[in-house]
C-alpha cells in the first residue's frame, strides 16, 4: 500500500511516500481503507526525534493517529461493526491507504471525511481535559490557546455543555474564536485583564492547550493552582496544576468519540479543515510547524 513515510528524523523534507506492507486489524482493532487522515503536532514532533527514541527508525515509520475511512477488516472480538461501515477515529500508521484503528465511532452520514478524520484526538483530548479539570455547566473556562486543532474542538465542546469559554487567540483568530462560540481576547500583554474583563464573574477553571501562554498569567486566573490543565506545558505540574499526556487510564476515547459524532451532525462542532494529497504531506507538516494553525489539516491518501 502507498502510506507517508520516514526512515530518518528530521524536518517535512524527509518524508516521502513509498510502498509499505499492509497492516491487519489484530484482536479489538479494525482496519479502514483511510478516506482522509488528520496532521497533529505530534506528528512532527515524533518525526524531529523530540519525544525521546531520537536514533534512526529500525523500519520505515507510518506516521499519523486520526483517520476516517471504511471498515475493510474486523479483528477478533470486535462487535457492532461490520466491513463496509464508514467510521472515523483514532489509531496509528493512518496516513496512508490502509490504517488499523484501536477506537471508533460510526461517522456521521452528513460529515464529511476530511472533517471527520479532524476530530478524533482532538474530541478525546476536549473530552479528558474538561473530565479531568472539572469543569461544569453554567461554569466559565478559559482556553489559552483556542483557535488550534485541540482548541476549537475544547471550546466547541463546552459551549455545547453549557459552559461559557473565554479564549486566546492571535488578533487574525479573534472573528474566528467569535464563530464557535468563545469569547475572544488576544494573547500577549494586558491578557490577564482583557480575560477579567471578559468574565466579570471570574473564570472557574483554565485549559492551556497551546502550552505558549506564561504559567504566572494561567495561575492569576484560576481559582487554585489545581483548576489550571495543561496538555503541552508539562512544567507546570511542578507548581501544582494538572498536566495530561493521555497515559494509561486518563483516556475515554470511544465516550469522547460517540459524544463528538453527535456534536459533529448537529454542527455544534464545526471543524475548519485545509487538505493536502498525501504527496504533499511535507506542506502540512511545515504548517503545523509554524504554530499557527486554524482549525485543523488533513492528508488525503
Ligand atoms: N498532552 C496531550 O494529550 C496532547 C494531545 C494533543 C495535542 N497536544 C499538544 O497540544 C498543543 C496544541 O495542539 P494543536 O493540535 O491544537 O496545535 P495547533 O493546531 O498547531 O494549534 C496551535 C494553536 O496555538 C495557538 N497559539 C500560538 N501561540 C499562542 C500563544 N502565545 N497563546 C495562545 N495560543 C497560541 C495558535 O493560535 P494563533 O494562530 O491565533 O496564534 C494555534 O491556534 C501541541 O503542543 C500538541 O503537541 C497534547
Given at each position: ?24 486489524a489484530?484482536?479489538g482493532q479494525v482496519r479502514v ?36 475511512g471504511v471498515v475493510d477488516e474486523v479483528g477478533e472480538g470486535v462487535t457492532g461493526v461490520s466491513v463496509g461501515d464508514d467510521v472515523f477515529g ?11 484503528l484501536t477506537a471508533w465511532a460510526p461517522k ?146 470511544v465516550?469522547?468519540l ?44
Amino acid at each position: 500500500m502507498r502510506a507517508l513515510t520516514y526512515t530518518e528524523h528530521g524536518g517535512p523534507e524527509v518524508l516521502h511516500v513509498a510502498a509499505v506492507p499492509e497492516p491487519h486489524a489484530g484482536p479489538g482493532q479494525v482496519r479502514v481503507r483511510v478516506a482522509a487522515a488528520g496532521v497533529n503536532p505530534i506528528d512532527w514532533k515524533l518525526l524531529g526525534g523530540f519525544m525521546g527514541g531520537s536514533e534512526t527508525p529500525e523500519a520505515p515509520v507510518v506516521p499519523g493517529f486520526d483517520a476516517a475511512g471504511v471498515v475493510d477488516e474486523v479483528g477478533e472480538g470486535v462487535t457492532g461493526v461490520s466491513v463496509g461501515d464508514d467510521v472515523f477515529g483514532l489509531g496509528t500508521g493512518t496516513q496512508a491507504e490502509l490504517a488499523v484503528l484501536t477506537a471508533w465511532a460510526p461517522k456521521p452520514a452528513s460529515l464529511d471525511w476530511s472533517v471527520a478524520a479532524a476530530a478524533p484526538s482532538a474530541l478525546e483530548v476536549s473530552e479528558r481535559v474538561l473530565r479531568l479539570v472539572g469543569v461544569e455547566p453554567g461554569q466559565t473556562l478559559f482556553v489559552a490557546g483556542g483557535a488550534g486543532g485541540v482548541g476549537a474542538v475544547l471550546v466547541q465542546t463546552a459551549v455545547a455543555r453549557g459552559i461559557t469559554v473565554v479564549a486566546s487567540a492571535g488578533a487574525d483568530n479573534q472573528g474566528y474564536l467569535r464563530e464557535i462560540g468563545a469569547v475572544p481576547v488576544t494573547y500577549g500583554d494586558g491578557l490577564v485583564e482583557a480575560v477579567r474583563a471578559a468574565a466579570p464573574g471570574g473564570v472557574d477553571a483554565v485549559a492551556d492547550v497551546a502550552g505558549r501562554t506564561a504559567a504566572a498569567e494561567l495561575f492569576a486566573l484560576a481559582p487554585s493552582h489545581d483548576k489550571v490543565i495543561s496538555i503541552a506545558n508539562f512544567d507546570l505540574a511542578a507548581e501544582g496544576a494538572l498536566v495530561t499526556g493521555g497515559g494509561p487510564g486518563e483516556s475515554r476515547p470511544v465516550e469522547a468519540l460517540g459524544e463528538g459524532a453527535e456534536l459533529l451532525r448537529e454542527s455544534r462542532i464545526v471543524i475548519k479543515v485545509q487538505t493536502f494529497p498525501l504527496d504533499r504531506a511535507a506542506e502540512a507538516y511545515a504548517t503545523s510547524l509554524s504554530g499557527h494553525v486554524r482549525g485543523k489539516l488533513v492528508l488525503l491518501p
